[in-house]
């Protein structure tokens, strides 16, 4: 991997054991604390707008707002190629601190409104957004290229396992105390995150990232935005004609999805029983992706593209059967087992991300591919909660399910993808990758 620390000490503390590594502790433990957070912040939202409006459609809408961030991301790739980390990681949680309280003032003041909710959403989300590429560009720069794998395995346990847990806390949570009661919660774990990224040493990076202040002082806005465009031109010419263009397209078309499944969740928890019914799917959701994420650091010597193609199809298969059965506690437990393929596949595209490309140019192909790749979440939320309302919330949910099968039987009928060799043996040959990185 490319890329070079600017002080001795960064060095040796990037080549310690990786739980010893006190920069990735710090961020592992401010990552756990912020995506729990986003996860208490959005069930919460999605559960007030839903009470208030008892409309599935403007729960979508509002899903489709809370997911805006990934139709964005596209824009924070580059700003976390060129500037310090450290002060957006800091900055963006206590901005979501201080923001989020606006809406339990306004419920204790009896004016929380559905209108209200609409307009604090797209604000938090824009702060958020900023975070989306920074995992994959900040680990290789504070762990050895050894411990990827085991790096990206830990933070996708806590960014798609432990904080899905936090959402059926929520959802029990909100059945007891209240959901404004629950987003004054959500304020305090922001702050807590960003103290704990207060503390990280963040090494720089030649050519690509954390350029010198004195730099950035005398840049003007026309040479930023040049640079800008440029940064993002290289990373599309990177991609441009690649397997991961297929790969992105597959992506897409199951966050679509995901979308519609985020939109419906409340509708459908509330058909079961209440919020407490709605956390308990949000909490499946999330301990099958914790299960997947965890298994994925032993499937890293697995040919990927039979993996996807099993696991996916395996995965629309308990997703129907989880809408369909008669039983609640059924529903749960193979709902939750659904979602072991992403949580695994999760983990391999991350590793995957940070072995073929180098260092300085990951922010903006993270930023690309995860635009490209999520921005029918928010798309699939919206069209999700109006198709609810027509064909109503079990067979909207059936449907969503197909996201799953149509991944596994691409998988299956593009040799291209189905001979994808285990991760272990990808480099950039593999996948026609043909660049030239920003570091001479």
């Known amino acids: 991997?490319?890329?070079?620390?600017?002080?001795?000490?960064?060095?040796?503390?990037?080549?310690?054991?990786?739980?010893?590594?006190?920069n990735f502790l710090r961020f592992f433990m401010g990552q756990f604390v912020t995506n729990a957070g986003d996860s208490l912040y959005s069930v919460a939202t999605l559960w007030l707008v839903f009470e208030l409006s008892e409309s599935t459609f403007l729960t979508g809408l509002a899903s489709s707002m809370l997911l805006l961030p990934y139709l964005l991301q596209i824009i924070a790739g580059p700003i976390i190629d060129r500037f310090p980390i450290k002060p957006i990681l800091v900055g963006t949680q206590l901005v979501q601190g201080v923001i989020l309280l606006v809406l339990p003032l306004a419920s204790y003041t009896g004016n929380l409104t559905v209108g209200l909710l609409f307009l604090t959403i797209p604000t938090l989300s824009l702060f958020a957004l900023l975070m989306f590429p920074i995992p994959s560009t900040l680990l290789p720069r504070i762990v050895a290229d050894e411990q990827l794998s085991k790096g990206n395995s830990a933070l996708s346990t806590i960014t798609l396992g432990l904080d899905m847990i936090f959402d059926a806390f929520g959802g029990l949570f909100i059945a007891v105390f209240g959901?404004?009661?629950?987003?004054?919660?959500?304020?305090?774990?922001f702050v807590v995150a960003g103290v704990l990224f207060l503390g990280m040493t963040i090494p720089r990076v030649r050519g690509g990232g954390d350029r010198d202040k004195a730099q950035s002082d005398e840049t003007t806005l026309q040479t930023v935005l040049q640079a800008y465009v440029a940064d993002l031109r290289i990373g599309i010419d990177i991609l441009r004609g690649s397997v991961f263009i297929e790969l992105m397209a597959t992506a897409a078309i199951f966050n679509?999805?995901?979308?519609?499944?985020?939109?419906i969740l409340p509708s459908f928890g509330e058909s079961l029983g209440g919020p407490a019914f709605y956390g308990f799917m949000l909490g499946a959701?999330?301990?099958?992706?914790?299960?997947?994420?965890?298994?994925?650091a032993g499937l890293d010597d697995v040919p990927y593209g039979w993996l996807v193609t099993v696991s996916y199809l395996c995965s629309a298969c308990l997703w129907v059967g989880s809408i369909y059965v008669t039983s609640p506690f059924l529903t749960v437990v193979l709902f939750g087992l659904a979602w072991v393929s992403p949580g695994i596949n999760g983990v391999l595209t991350s590793t995957l991300n940070q072995t073929v490309f180098p260092t300085d140019l990951l922010g903006r192909i993270a930023s690309i591919k995860g635009t490209a790749s999520t921005a029918t979440l928010p798309l699939g939320s919206l069209i999700g909660g109006g198709v609810a309302e027509l064909l109503g919330t079990t067979t909207t949910m059936g449907l969503a399910g197909l996201g799953f099968g149509v991944v596994g039987l691409y998988f299956a009928l593009r040799p291209r993808l189905r001979q994808i060799p285990a991760i272990s043996e990808a480099d950039s040959e593999t996948f026609d990758l043909d660049f030239v990185s920003d570091e001479s």
Not at 5 to 20: A, F, G, V
Not at 289 to 295: A, D, E, K, T, Y
Request: no cysteine; hydrophobic share 45%.
């Open 1 to 22: 991997m490319s890329g070079y620390s600017d002080s001795t000490q960064d060095t040796s503390e990037k080549h310690q054991p990786i739980w010893r590594n006190r």
């Open 179 to 189: 959901a404004t009661a629950l987003l004054v919660l959500d304020s305090f774990t």
């Open 256 to 263: 679509f999805a995901v979308g519609i499944t985020l939109a």
């Open 285 to 296: 959701l999330g301990v099958g992706r914790l299960v997947g994420s965890v298994v994925a």
